[in-house]
């Protein structure tokens, strides 16, 4: 039978050249001081001292680091999951440790702080305008000449976020009713006595409905016997005006730039480039790497132990089951490898299962049906609690 080196009782991961496969984690002081103890933890729960483990300290360096990559995995694929729809479309930019999760409503979400500076110009709004001529009614967005959105020869996709096209205030077309015009006041002064004052209707007052009754009365005349005010944009370029402009006029609107896709060139002809790869697009080109040992809490840790222990407990199940038996004087002895390998495979699901179970219970919707239901048992509970009887 071959000699199989055995734990020789210590370890020093300090004076160990290139001691695991990777690397990730070799320059954390606190990954690096964390390893000789979780060797130390994982040998002694085999069996240690008690029978001899067939591991070196270098195996249980490189479970160690299998272990701290496997919880970031198992993390931040769930971090991406959970954080798609607002990372999409976003600069793949260095890798990051973790994903900005905006929490529940996106009204906090920025881009700049999460991302770096450089790209705070991804969904920075700018305000762009085109010159109106009378007579024209179709436009491109994207042309380069004269006022448009590019100061200069920079070809990119827009998104446009508003147009400001609209009818003209209908508050400018009111005729004021205290001037007596258009209103139908001056015959009701006179009823009352007044018409004889100049001018007589400077003595009406009228409820506020009134003015908005007038406003939203010219708005459905305006909308019913004339052409409204509204335009079609299309492929996010292509603006189309109703009604057709009788005059000359500039048109301000507003947009960000478009993350997803750049154009080749400028000009009416110019299509859409195919979408860059420097931005995310599915969970394979998502901003993330492993994680930062030192950062990592004590519950965190102590998952990672535990996982070190099943892998390392895979790990021997294999070799013992290299050899199976062993002679011992007069007789021979069955190692253990079936129930190593059974009970690795066992604790190694579960710890990923608990894991993920508690990353979805700290999801945002999650976390709001959490509230709600604290809140509905707070509510319950006060209704329980006796009135005070107040005797004057």
């Given at each position: 039978?071959?000699?199989?080196?055995?734990?020789?009782?210590?370890?020093?991961?300090?004076?160990?050249?290139?001691?695991?496969?990777?690397?990730?984690?070799?320059?954390?002081?606190?990954?690096?001081?964390?390893?000789?103890?979780?060797?130390?933890y994982a040998v002694q729960r085999l069996g240690y001292p008690l029978v001899d483990i067939e591991l070196q300290a270098i195996n249980f360096f490189t479970c160690f680091e299998e272990a701290v990559s496997e919880y970031g995995a198992q993390l931040y694929t769930w971090q991406i999951i959970n954080n798609m729809s607002n990372i999409i479309g976003t600069p793949t930019g260095s890798a990051?440790?973790?994903?900005?999760?905006?929490?529940?409503?996106?009204?906090?979400?920025?881009?700049?702080?999460?991302?770096?500076?450089?790209?705070?110009?991804?969904?920075?709004?700018?305000?762009?305008?085109?010159?109106?001529?009378?007579?024209?009614?179709?436009?491109?967005?994207?042309?380069?000449?004269?006022?448009?959105?590019?100061?200069?020869?920079?070809?990119?996709?827009?998104?446009?976020?508003?147009?400001?096209?609209?009818?003209?205030?209908?508050?400018?077309?009111?005729?004021?009713?205290?001037?007596?015009?258009?209103?139908?006041?001056?015959?009701?002064?006179?009823?009352?006595?007044?018409?004889?004052?100049?001018?007589?209707?400077?003595?009406?007052?009228?409820?506020?409905?009134?003015?908005?009754?007038?406003?939203?009365?010219?708005?459905?005349?305006?909308?019913?016997?004339?052409?409204?005010?509204?335009?079609?944009?299309?492929?996010?370029?292509?603006?189309?005006?109703?009604?057709?402009?009788?005059?000359?006029?500039?048109?301000?609107?507003?947009?960000?730039?478009?993350?997803?896709?750049?154009?080749?060139?400028?000009?009416?002809?110019?299509?859409?480039?195919?979408?860059?790869?420097?931005?995310?697009?599915?969970?394979?080109?998502?901003?993330?790497?492993?994680?930062?040992?030192?950062?990592?809490?004590?519950?965190?840790?102590?998952?990672?132990?535990?996982?070190?222990?099943?892998?390392?407990?895979?790990?021997?199940?294999?070799?013992?089951?290299?050899?199976?038996?062993?002679?011992?004087?007069?007789?021979?002895?069955?190692?253990?490898?079936?129930?190593?390998?059974?009970?690795?495979?066992?604790?190694?699901?579960?710890?990923?299962?608990?894991?993920?179970?508690?990353?979805?219970?700290?999801?945002?919707?999650?976390?709001?049906?959490?509230?709600?239901?604290?809140?509905?048992?707070?509510q319950a509970y006060l209704t329980k609690v006796p009135y005070q009887i107040y005797v004057g």
């Amino acid at each position: 039978m071959a000699n199989i080196p055995i734990w020789p009782g210590s370890s020093s991961f300090a004076t160990v050249i290139n001691p695991t496969p990777f690397g990730f984690y070799d320059d954390d002081n606190e990954f690096r001081d964390d390893a000789d103890k979780v060797a130390t933890y994982a040998v002694q729960r085999l069996g240690y001292p008690l029978v001899d483990i067939e591991l070196q300290a270098i195996n249980f360096f490189t479970c160690f680091e299998e272990a701290v990559s496997e919880y970031g995995a198992q993390l931040y694929t769930w971090q991406i999951i959970n954080n798609m729809s607002n990372i999409i479309g976003t600069p793949t930019g260095s890798a990051l440790n973790q994903i900005p999760n905006p929490g529940a409503g996106q009204s906090g979400y920025n881009v700049a702080s999460d991302y770096g500076d450089a790209y705070s110009s991804e969904l920075k709004i700018f305000s762009g305008s085109l010159e109106v001529k009378r007579g024209q009614q179709y436009y491109d967005l994207r042309l380069n000449t004269g006022s448009s959105v590019y100061t200069g020869s920079v070809a990119e996709n827009v998104k446009i976020k508003k147009i400001y096209h609209y009818a003209p205030a209908a508050i400018n077309r009111y005729f004021d009713p205290y001037a007596g015009t258009g209103t139908g006041i001056q015959s009701l002064m006179q009823a009352f006595g007044f018409g004889n004052y100049s001018p007589g209707v400077n003595f009406m007052l009228m409820p506020i409905y009134f003015d908005v009754l007038k406003l939203q009365a010219i708005e459905f005349n305006d909308q019913i016997r004339k052409s409204g005010y509204h335009f079609d944009l299309n492929a996010g370029r292509y603006l189309r005006l109703f009604p057709i402009p009788t005059n000359d006029y500039t048109l301000w609107f507003d947009y960000v730039k478009d993350p997803m896709s750049n154009s080749a060139a400028t000009g009416s002809g110019a299509e859409s480039a195919p979408i860059s790869t420097s931005n995310v697009t599915d969970l394979s080109n998502a901003p993330y790497e492993n994680p930062i040992y030192k950062h990592l809490n004590a519950p965190a840790r102590q998952w990672i132990r535990k996982y070190t222990l099943a892998l390392a407990k895979e790990m021997l199940g294999g070799i013992r089951g290299k050899y199976q038996t062993i002679p011992i004087p007069g007789a021979e002895t069955t190692l253990d490898y079936s129930r190593l390998l059974s009970e690795a495979e066992a604790e190694k699901t579960f710890l990923i299962e608990q894991l993920r179970i508690d990353l979805e219970a700290n999801t945002r919707l999650a976390q709001l049906d959490r509230s709600n239901a604290e809140s509905d048992a707070q509510q319950a509970y006060l209704t329980k609690v006796p009135y005070q009887i107040y005797v004057g």
